[in-house]
């Protein structure tokens, strides 16, 4: 039977353009012990969401390498969009880069089996302290991909199975009211959702764990020991 893993943030610079080390210690040679991480706890038959900021790249030329990196790792692969992205270009060019054995997550939904995949890559709530002018429309639009999403998996699917979200951005922080991700979520029909972005001291701003009907789980590489982790999906 296959498993499901999750690990966002791989930060991948097959170039050497964007050492990771810059951000500390920890980033040192972390493409090296993650591979080697991935490899021991994924099987080839297991599928593996992958929440975005995969590469620094800034072509989709420049990110073949670190697409290849992912392509080598054991497991079907669900690849997101992240904010630092910024080779992903249109959805039909990346489909045609991408190695066997990967798939692109963007306004779809995939049966999975035992489950059915949604999600959207997310963006900075406009409520945010550091959310600008510029920001407002980008969230919107998040809205819309993860709507679109949604309605693929009723349409496609029906409701009859537990449904997975991957987000890039957490669609809720601790201390703050959950954004409007979480209510399309809930209307969705999603109990388990896996989300990336945050690093460092902002872990602390994670919301985890179960909370009004949706596990959350932050998966951002350094927050997992830079090892896909195993996700239980709610029933």
């Known amino acids: 039977m296959s498993r499901l893993f999750a690990i966002a943030d791989l930060h991948l610079s097959a170039s050497g353009a964007k050492p990771m080390d ?6 040192r040679d972390h493409a ?12 080839p038959s297991d599928d593996v969401l992958v929440a975005g900021d995969l590469s620094w790249a800034r072509t989709l030329d420049e990110a073949r390498d670190d697409l290849g990196w992912i392509g080598a790792r054991p497991g079907r692969k669900y690849l997101l969009r992240g904010n630092h992205d910024s080779w992903w270009s249109s959805a039909a060019s990346v489909r045609r880069a991408l190695p066997a054995g990967c798939e ?3 306004n779809e939904a995939f049966d999975l089996g035992g489950f059915v995949l949604v999600g959207a890559r ?12 510029a920001d407002a429309p980008i969230f919107r639009r998040e809205l819309l991909r993860l709507s679109a999403s ?13 449904r997975v979200a991957m987000l890039h951005y957490p669609p809720w922080l601790e201390g703050r009211a959950p954004t409007e ?3 399309l979520l809930r209307e969705g029909g999603v109990r388990t959702c896996v989300y990336g972005h ?23 590489a350094d927050a997992v020991g830079f090892t896909p982790v195993p996700i239980d999906v709610v029933a």
Do not use: K, N
């Open 104 to 106: 692109i997550l963007q």
């Open 181 to 183: 991700v979480v209510g």
């Open 32 to 43: 090296v012990r993650m591979a080697a991480a991935w490899d021991a706890a994924v099987g």
């Open 22 to 27: 810059v951000f500390g210690e920890i980033w």
């Open 122 to 133: 997310g963006w900075l709530a406009p409520d945010d302290p550091a959310s600008g002018p």
């Open 198 to 220: 945050l690093h460092g001291a902002d872990h602390a701003l994670a919301v985890c764990g179960p909370r009004d009907g949706i596990t959350y789980h932050l998966v951002a």
């Open 150 to 162: 949604i309605e693929d998996a009723d349409d496609r699917f029906g409701r009859a199975r537990p």
